[in-house]
């Protein structure tokens, strides 16, 4: 998979939701390319080593240790770092289904200010139907301050046989995501579903 040559806000902020895990690697490549990213999750010692990887890279990791759950600590840390860094773009999202309010208040947050900045929210393949995609969409149709993306996760298929994707690859396709214009991109495949590793 091509890696993508991604560009920044202006302030030269990334902000990335969850992305002590699979997205680590996003965060440090976002970091190598000269961005400062904002990395969100619980755990501190996480972030910590995650921002120590990015020593002597042109950008860097500033390290939020905030729970994304609860949207009023979120939209307070999203804030603190958008007046000390500048309005994030892009903002990467990857938080669990029952944290749909916290995501809302992110955008809340988000929208506003000059220009457009870009929402990606990354979701399991569950997501690949239309009906979620709408839905997401419509959702997100009030802030017209964010351009809002969806990335799906899918699976791969090697030598005929299935299987769910690396982080790395994950990481590899949100960057990727952020030069297409479509509100949806798919890592992997979803299709044939009935191929899914587990079927």
């Not at 990887?53 to 958008?82: F, H, K, Q, W």
């Not at 892009?90 to 309010?101: G, L, N, Q, V």
């Not at 809302?104 to 997501?127: F, I, K, M, N």
């Not at 699976?155 to 960057?175: H, K, P, Q």
């Amino acid at each position: 998979m091509a890696l993508a040559l991604v560009k920044p806000a202006p302030s030269g902020h990334a902000l990335v939701i969850g992305g002590s895990g699979m997205l680590r690697w996003a965060c440090t490549r976002l970091a190598s390319r000269g961005a400062i990213v904002t990395v969100i999750a619980r755990d501190r010692g996480r972030l910590d080593a995650l921002a120590a990887e990015t020593a002597g890279m042109p950008g860097r990791i500033v390290p939020l240790s905030c729970d994304y759950e609860n949207p009023e600590r979120l939209m307070g840390a999203i804030d603190g770092a958008a007046r000390e860094l500048g309005r994030p773009d892009p903002t990467i999202a990857w938080m669990r289904r029952d944290a749909r309010e916290s995501l809302h208040a992110a955008a809340r947050t988000l929208d506003g200010g000059p220009g457009v900045s870009r929402l990606v929210h990354v979701l399991p393949s569950a997501a690949r139907s239309p009906v979620v995609r709408k839905r997401f969409r419509d959702e997100f149709a009030p802030y017209p301050g964010l351009r809002y993306r969806q990335v799906v996760l899918g699976f791969m298929i090697d030598d005929g046989v299935s299987r769910w994707l690396t982080d790395t690859e994950i990481s590899d396709g949100v960057l990727l995501s952020l030069e297409h214009h479509d509100d949806q991109f798919i890592v992997g495949r979803i299709h044939p579903w009935s191929e899914r590793p587990g079927a």
